[in-house]
């Protein structure tokens, strides 16, 4: 069983859960933050990384 490492990306503005990406190994340590689509907010913003 090999472990997946899934981080959640979550809007910074309205704190939704809208995406779930893979963790890079490269980017231990480094908190993804994504420019994307936020259906509740209606607009793009800053997606970070959560758990
Ligand atoms: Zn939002």
Same mark, same amino acid.
């Given at each position: 069983? /090999?472990?997946?490492?899934? /981080?959640?990306? /979550?809007?910074?503005?309205?704190?939704?859960?809208?995406?779930?990406?893979?963790?890079?190994?490269?980017?231990?340590?480094?908190?993804?933050?994504?420019?994307?689509?936020?259906?509740?907010?209606?607009?793009?913003?800053?997606?970070?990384?959560?758990?």
């Amino acid at each position: 069983m /090999a472990k997946e490492d899934k /981080a959640i990306l /979550a809007c910074e503005v309205c704190l939704c859960r809208n995406y779930t990406t893979h963790r890079s190994k490269k980017n231990n340590g480094k908190r993804l933050e994504l420019r994307k689509y936020c259906p509740h907010c209606g607009k793009v913003t800053l997606h970070k990384e959560t758990k």
